[in-house]
């Protein structure tokens, strides 16, 4: 089946799905737009939330037979499309899904859906705007992780910045302007690198078909400086350390969709570019700067662990805390073991979950107390028990508790870390430690004692449709803890398959 | 024929209770709400009977995967379940004496808002205990151990509105993630050296174990591994110095200290160092190290129990020091001693808990033994069945902890791991304060003069049946399951196959060889030939001596320094308080202010913004919008570019 011999070669779908990736980056961006031009016709908020809500829906659905139909023992690219785009540069529309797009693909989707719902009281102002940004959002970012021409990557990249940019400066915090500036400019500069990188990439290669990158034979020289170049595009947006300070600021000025979207999909653009471009396209610059990825990411777990301690923010509490799950992402990969890379991707999705469901926690109370700052609640545990019951398991997937999909990336990337280097392993397994504290400390201040206030003791427990979407992350949450072996089988082939070309190697 | 569904539906009926209790408890009442739990872990219990009845009678050992739970590289983790002996034993143990705790409950918390959500959190409870024991691996094993740490937590801080209930919740959490932190660590260097996490395969494998990549040269695997597995154990089963959580716990209601932090999820730490006996008995280092900190453990916390006045925090570092005791066996290779032990242990100990709670409720809640005495008369069940358990935990023939505690002393004498010797004097010291704070407790409690205030003494009077009879169904093994089963536990080869003891050091024969036979009676009779006898019942007299009319005798040593050193409880809560969590507070605030913010992204981040602006001011400058600036410019560029082609060229 496969065509050619190198490394993540395509071959095509069969008839019914072969354009399934294209629904998947066309519908919703449609969908946006259609939004926008009902939105300035007058039609009513709730309709467009109601249309809204069916295009994210239908981009769901869309998603999950790139699950099902996913051929399980097959190397390579599936749901391959390929067609010319600008013909004088040899840049083609090509898209293909291996384990680890399918897998961001459907978080993208789902937390796409949650995201509209999760608006439907609160945002009341610029509706048609608001979803409209989420849907291009989703779009956009589908086209990221299912391009696999360097151009399209690229626009793709960097036209998912323009939505966010857009909901953090529009339906932001105070300092909105600040934060999405910042946001902006940051992770802007660290993406020019990478197109430099790209630009070199396709003068040796003479194509911009990232399957041309991976057989290209390259120096070592080369190899770092276009593993810097693309580290300074992508380190900015997992976020590594110390490039993450733009995070805390952007989620905290976020409306709670934007956070959601910020930590569950769009950190993840980040570490699917390690994944898709680093690692296969400068495999032995990355075997040696392996320590630096490391390093950078144990200072990421500890470092970050107790900064995040520190916080009075609930929202910058969670923000930190990404970064700090973030870390084993990275560390997982640059482990080179089998258990680090399935470990690490499956903690790109568990993240997804647990950060956006906290993310969702804090948008819960926040409308109702409009308030962020931990010491101005206390005891909301007596007036939301439900709304208690649902943080404490995101808490203690947050915590990486065995049995939520938090424990499940982590434990996988510990036991990769044992089998390297028992310091290495004992410095990350200090996040069982850290992690707890910083969350149970956090969920204890917020949630136990007795009412701190009126305003608490004022508070409404959680309505259907939060109880929902609660519920939603918390199925997730507990099905990938108890069961992950759906979504490791999925990207093992993937996994493999990048081992065995990193060991290869190109000199 | 027990069918896998059977073993399977073990654990995952109180699951199905716990779901059920608190999903719909709060819709359909507590009646509701307590019969599927109650239900739920009979159903537990029941499976467990009919299971043993095969595994022990028979001598079938069930060892199967359920699913595969994820794979990568070539190896695959599964969750799956293994009953053997040991895990069968433990099982009754974890089912009866939570079921007990069941029904207890019904009374003891019948005025209590939370109902519901208490008979979740103990349903529960007993599924990850369940999984915990019945593991066939490694991972599952952790999933169970860090559950159970969970429910801990839940319950603790059940009474959540309780300043002092969250902070215990939170430091018992914490502390055994200190452990957990040890445990991960041995399991992935399980799965480093082995290439599985099946216990099967690793034990079979383990005699084989050398040097491993991933340490430094000249550890020794097994050494490292079992060591950092033990950090686990020291952890949950409250080991010095993590013990600190385990007095805190205390904060919980009364029946899970009974359940939790007595008789099960607190063991977990022996059952899983006796499950790894394959792997222990290859570091002699290890067992060393297991040996000195149950010895230590052992007599440093039961002097603890002779000063405090709470009547749970008695009982709680008597568990401390009874958890000593069993993992100084471990260490002496005495594993069947201490499984034992913690068999015995569990009736006794929930016993003396659930007693306690009984006097809790007639005192409207005092905890306070200064303000209690007398209680004899007016709570005879309560105080008869205390008396069997008390008399059960200082060891004195024939009750039931005599002969586990007596062949725990004796197999630490018979030991020759570095460090036995000690260990040994310790252990038999202990003997004498165990009998001491345990009679201390029962003359404070229940003799003498009534303390307590006029109100609260006419209210005073017998529990309920919910109470009262798990207090006579726990006392009856309190009494005699030690002399029932000292025989077949230890002499009849029970646990050949789950327990390995390496040649020569088979501490728990030469003990029986030394006290005359695994006989009950033979046992009990040998006892005056040793000076554990008399030191327990020197103990006994002692403390009814000391304790036996107010002003007491102790006053004496009130203002001493032993005193107040025992009082501080040595000072560990005050350093930790102090060092561990203060310290990262403070470390946390300033890499977060000094670092994060002041560093990274003011210097560095928005100072490079701040660059760029500063720059921009500065070339802003040139435009300055007048015509006759800008001619004039471009006058002296078209003069410099004329004559640089005109002469230098």
Redesign the interface.
């Known amino acids: 089946m496969t065509r050619g011999a190198g490394y993540n070669r395509g071959f095509a779908g069969d008839g019914l799905v072969d354009s399934l990736l294209s629904w998947l980056i066309w519908l919703p961006v449609a969908g946006g737009a259609g939004v926008l031009a009902l939105g300035a016709r007058g039609v009513c908020p709730y309709r467009l939330k109601a249309l809204a809500g069916g295009v994210a829906l239908a981009a769901f659905l869309l998603s999950l037979p790139l699950f099902f139909r996913f051929d399980g023992a097959a190397v390579g690219m599936q749901f391959v499309e390929d067609a010319p785009w600008i013909d004088r540069f040899g840049i083609r529309y090509a898209l293909g899904a291996d384990g680890f797009s399918v897998l961001m693909i459907l978080l993208n989707t789902f937390t796409t859906l949650l995201v509209v719902a999760a608006c439907w009281e609160v945002i009341q102002t610029r509706v048609a705007g608001y979803l409209a940004a989420f849907l291009i959002m989703s779009g956009l970012t589908n086209g990221v992780f299912a391009a696999t021409d360097a151009v399209l990557f690229y626009v793709f990249w960097e036209a998912t910045l323009i939505p966010l940019f857009i909901v953090i400066g529009v339906w932001g915090g105070e300092r909105r302007v600040y934060a999405a500036v910042?946001f902006f400019?940051?992770t802007l500069t660290g993406s020019l690198l990478m197109l430099v990188a790209l630009l070199y990439l396709y003068r040796e290669a003479g194509s911009f078909s990232l399957a041309a990158f991976y057989d290209l034979p390259l120096t070592m020289g080369a190899q770092t400086a276009v593993f810097f170049a693309f580290l300074a595009a992508f380190a900015v947006k997992v976020p590594m350390t110390?490039v993450h300070?733009?995070l805390p600021d952007a989620h905290v000025e976020a409306p709670t969709g934007g956070s959601i979207v910020l930590a569950a999909v769009m950190l993840k653009l980040g570490a699917y570019g390690l994944l898709r471009l680093s690692l296969p396209i400068a495999p032995d610059a990355s075997v040696e700067y392996a320590w630096l990825m490391i390093a950078l990411s144990l200072v990421a777990i500890i470092?970050i662990g107790?900064?995040?301690?520190?916080?009075e923010d609930i929202k910058k509490l969670i923000a930190y805390s990404s970064v700090a799950h973030m870390g084993f992402v990275t560390l997982g990969f640059f482990l080179f073991?089998?258990?680090g890379?399935?470990?690490g991707a499956f903690q790109m999705l568990s993240h997804g979950f647990v950060s956006g469901a906290l993310f969702f926690c804090v948008g819960v109370v926040y409308d109702r107390m409009h308030t962020r700052k931990i010491s101005d609640y206390g005891?909301v545990?007596?007036t939301m028990p439900k709304y208690a019951?649902l943080f404490?398991l995101f808490a203690?997937a947050n915590a990486g508790?065995?049995?939520t999909s938090g424990?499940?990336g982590e434990?996988?990337v510990?036991?990769a870390?044992?089998?390297?280097?028992?310091w290495l392993?004992?410095a990350a397994?200090?996040t069982?430690?850290t992690g707890?504290?910083y969350t149970?400390?956090m969920y204890?201040r917020v949630?136990?004692?007795?009412a701190a206030s009126d305003a608490v003791r004022g508070l409404k427990d959680i309505n259907r449709r939060e109880l929902a979407i609660m519920l939603a992350f918390a199925a997730l949450v507990l099905f990938a803890g108890l069961?992950?072996?759906p979504f490791?089988?999925i990207m093992?082939p993937a996994?493999e398959n990048l081992l065995a070309h990193v060991e290869k190697g190109k000199l | 024929m027990v069918s896998h569904s059977l073993i399977v539906s073990a654990p995952m009926a109180p699951l199905a209770g716990a779901l059920a209790a608190?999903l719909l408890g709060a819709r359909l009442g507590r009646a509701f709400a307590h019969w599927c739990a109650i239900l739920s872990v009979g159903w537990a219990f029941v499976a467990s009977v009919l299971i043993a009845r095969e595994v022990v009678g028979e001598g079938v050992v069930f060892n199967f995967d359920w699913?595969?739970?994820?794979?990568?590289?070539?190896?695959s983790l599964s969750a799956g379940f293994l009953v053997d002996n040991l895990t069968a034993m433990m099982m009754l143990v974890v089912t009866f004496v939570s079921l007990m705790v069941h029904i207890y409950t019904v009374g003891y918390m019948a005025e209590d808002p939370g109902y519901c959500r208490f008979f979740s959190y103990i349903a529960l409870f007993t599924f990850a205990m369940l999984m915990l024991v019945m593991a066939n691996n490694f991972l599952q094993l952790?999933?169970g151990?860090?559950?159970v740490g969970?429910v801990s937590?839940?319950l603790i801080?059940f009474w959540?509105?309780k300043?002092s209930a969250?902070y215990a919740n939170?430091k018992a959490?914490?502390v055994n993630?200190?452990g957990?932190?040890g445990f991960?660590?041995g399991?992935?260097?399980v799965?480093?050296a082995f290439g599985s996490l099946d216990y099967a395969e690793v034990f079979a494998a383990a005699p084989g174990v050398g040097a491993l990549?991933?340490?430094?040269a000249g550890w020794d695997a097994a050494t490292?591994i079992c060591l950092l597995l033990f950090v686990g154990a020291m952890g949950k089963s409250a080991q010095f110095p993590l013990h600190v959580w385990l007095p805190d716990s205390m904060e919980g209601p009364t029946p899970i200290s009974a359940l939790i932090h007595a008789a099960t999820m607190v063991t977990a730490g022996i059952f899983m160092v006796a499950r790894m006996s394959p792997l222990f008995e290859l570091s002699e280092t290890a067992l060393s190290v297991v040996l000195m900190v149950g010895a230590l453990t052992a007599f440093f916390m039961g002097l603890l129990g002779l000063v405090q006045n709470d009547i749970k925090r008695v009982v709680a570092y008597s568990t401390l020091s009874q958890l000593g005791y069993m993992t100084a066996a471990l260490g002496a290779s005495a594993y069947s001693a201490a499984i034992f032990h913690l068999f015995t242990h569990a009736f006794f100990k929930a016993l003396l808990f659930l007693a306690a709670g009984s006097v809790i409720i007639a005192m409207h809640h005092e905890q306070n033994m200064a303000k209690m005495g007398g209680l004899r008369k007016k709570m005879p069940v309560t105080y008869w069945t205390a008396l069997a358990g008390s008399l059960a935990l200082a060891g004195l023939p024939p009750f039931a902890g005599f002969y586990s505690k007596d062949v725990i002393i004796e197999a630490v004498g018979a030991s020759l791991a570095p460090g036995a010797n000690v260990a040994y004097w310790a252990l038999t010291a202990g003997a004498f304060v165990t009998a001491l704070y345990t009679t201390r407790l029962l003359m404070l409690a229940f003799h003498g003069e009534g303390r307590m205030d006029d109100h609260t003494r006419e209210h005073i009077k017998e529990s309920p049946l919910t109470v009262t009879v798990p207090l006579v169904l726990l006392a009856i093994p309190s009494v005699l399951i030690g002399a029932v089963t000292v025989a077949p536990m230890l002499a009849g080869g029970f646990f050949d196959g789950a327990i390995v003891v390496g040649e020569g050091r088979d501490t728990v024969a030469m003990a029986l060889e030394k006290m005359g036979g695994a006989s009950w009676s033979g046992m009990a009779a040998h006892a005056i030939y040793s000076p554990v006898f008399y030191l327990a019942l020197a103990g006994v007299a002692a403390g009814v001596w000391l304790y036996s009319g107010y002003p007491l005798r102790t006053e004496m040593f009130a203002r001493g320094p032993i005193y107040r050193a025992l009082l501080a409880k040595y000072g560990f809560d005050d350093f930790n308080d102090w060092f561990f969590a203060g310290g990262?507070?403070r470390?946390?605030?300033v890499?977060?202010?000094r670092?994060?913010a002041a560093v990274?992204?003011n210097f560095?981040?928005n100072g490079a913004?701040r660059l760029v602006a500063m720059s921009s001011r500065a070339a802003r400058k040139v435009q300055t919008g007048a015509i006759y600036h800008y001619a004039f410019s471009m006058l002296c560029a078209v003069a410099l570019v004329l004559a640089w082609r005109l002469w230098l060229r």
Do not use: C, H
């Open positions: 910042k400019l940051y110390p300070t733009w470092y107790f900064v995040a301690l520190a916080q073991e089998p258990w890379i399935v470990g005891g545990a007596n019951a404490m203690m508790l065995p049995g424990f499940v434990a996988m510990i036991f870390a044992a089998n390297v280097n028992i392993a004992l397994a200090t069982l430690i707890a504290a149970l400390y204890k949630m136990f004692g007795e069961w992950p072996l490791t089988d093992q996994a | 608190g699913y595969v739970w994820a794979r990568a590289g070539g190896v952790f999933f151990w860090e559950a969970l937590y839940l801080g959540f509105k300043a969250t939170l959490f914490l993630r200190v957990d932190l991960l660590l399991v992935g260097l799965l480093a990549a991933s340490l430094p490292v990262a507070r470390l946390a605030a890499l977060w202010r670092v994060d990274i992204d560095f981040v913004a």
